[in-house]
């Protein structure tokens, strides 16, 4: 059964979870929190135990079967959770998934997150197969224009309300980021002001959160901006910021700059790629800023060192992860000057 967000919620609320839930979007937030609200309705149904499988191009899918057929020792109704980074699990994966579909366990649950989508997913086999008989939930990214509304709702979820003007503020600000905007409104709720918020009070709610935060902090590094944005990323070691948690978003807009440098080498239309890549206008002149300085190879330096970060931060190699992030940064604002 296909579901919107908002059925997916109805249906959390006063019904039993189906043997089998896809949550699909491109949009971070959105499946996060999709997949929260599924959990804890796991929870509230007996579902004690937890397993989560991360899925690549060489993952063993006979692993997901055997631990559906394993018996736990610690509890009888088990969550099994399957991470799909491009929505698309392969042959095997698509064979497993539709056997599991169609052979229900009633004391398994199985939760596939896919983080790519498209129209073309929803014509596969396992996905029909889940859509006949488990929820199949797909999340579309929110669309300039429907912005506003999205945020509007969240103010609303928190006791708040604000002026339209307001509203459009903040949404200019965060520029489709859900996850900036959600954290915007997470900071409002904090401060609870009083009555509805009008565009004054909203600028000023939010001009200290853009000094030091990893948003600011890569729009400083895009307009070429080293120096300041340096000060920006040693403001936010000095509030105890870690960097993996930083770069998640940096490593996003390294990926999107790359495949913009990209387009822009084979002579394609890159304001069409800006377009459907979903930037908006402010946006888009600061990347063709940074596109202009620098060459593909550049940006897929500055990509192989984001990797080389992720790796220091999780311990894989050794180094400073500090001193690496500096120099990234310091390398967008001047794309082919990073050093060895």
């Not at 929260?36 to 899925?55: K, L, N, S, Y």
């Not at 400083?220 to 901006?225: E, F, H, Q």
């Not at 060459?295 to 999780?314: G, N, P």
């Amino acid at each position: 059964m296909a579901l919107n967000p908002a059925q997916l919620q109805q249906r959390l609320a006063r019904e039993e979870l189906p043997p089998i839930v896809l949550l699909a979007s491109a949009e971070p937030l959105l499946l996060l929190e999709a997949a929260d609200a599924v959990r804890a309705r796991a929870r509230a149904q007996g579902f004690g135990e937890r397993t989560v499988f991360e899925i690549d191009d060489k993952f063993d899918w006979n692993q997901v079967l055997a631990e559906v057929a394993t018996l736990s020792l610690f509890s009888p109704r088990r969550l099994i959770e399957l991470r799909l980074p491009t929505g698309r699990p392969g042959k095997d994966g698509g064979a497993v998934l539709t056997q599991l579909a169609e052979q229900a366990h009633s004391d398994v649950v199985l939760l596939v997150q896919a983080a790519q989508w498209s129209r073309a997913h929803e014509e596969t086999a396992w996905v029909r197969a889940v859509n006949r008989s488990g929820w199949l939930v797909p999340m579309w990214p929110i669309k300039p224009h429907e912005m506003p509304r999205w945020i509007e709702q969240r103010l609303r979820a928190h006791g708040l309300r604000a002026e339209t003007a307001a509203i459009a503020l903040l949404a200019e600000r965060v520029e489709g980021n859900l996850l900036a905007a959600a954290q915007e409104v997470d900071k409002l709720a904090l401060l609870q002001p009083q009555g509805t918020i009008d565009a004054a009070t909203m600028q000023a709610l939010v001009a200290d959160s853009a000094r030091f935060d990893v948003f600011g902090l890569v729009e400083t590094a895009l307009r070429g901006d080293a120096g300041h944005a340096l000060r920006i990323l040693a403001g936010l070691r000095g509030e105890g910021a870690q960097v993996p948690a930083l770069m998640g978003w940096m490593a996003s807009q390294l990926q999107l700059l790359a495949r913009l440098a990209g387009v822009q080498a084979q002579r394609g239309n890159l304001a069409q790629a800006m377009q459907k890549a979903g930037l908006w206008q402010s946006k888009q002149q600061l990347f063709q800023q940074a596109l202009g300085r620098g060459r593909l190879a550049d940006f897929e330096q500055l990509l192989a060192t984001a990797a080389r970060i992720d790796r220091l931060a999780k311990g894989q190699e050794r180094g400073d992860a500090w001193r690496e992030l500096e120099r990234l940064v310091a390398g967008l604002a001047a794309p082919g000057r990073l050093t060895a």
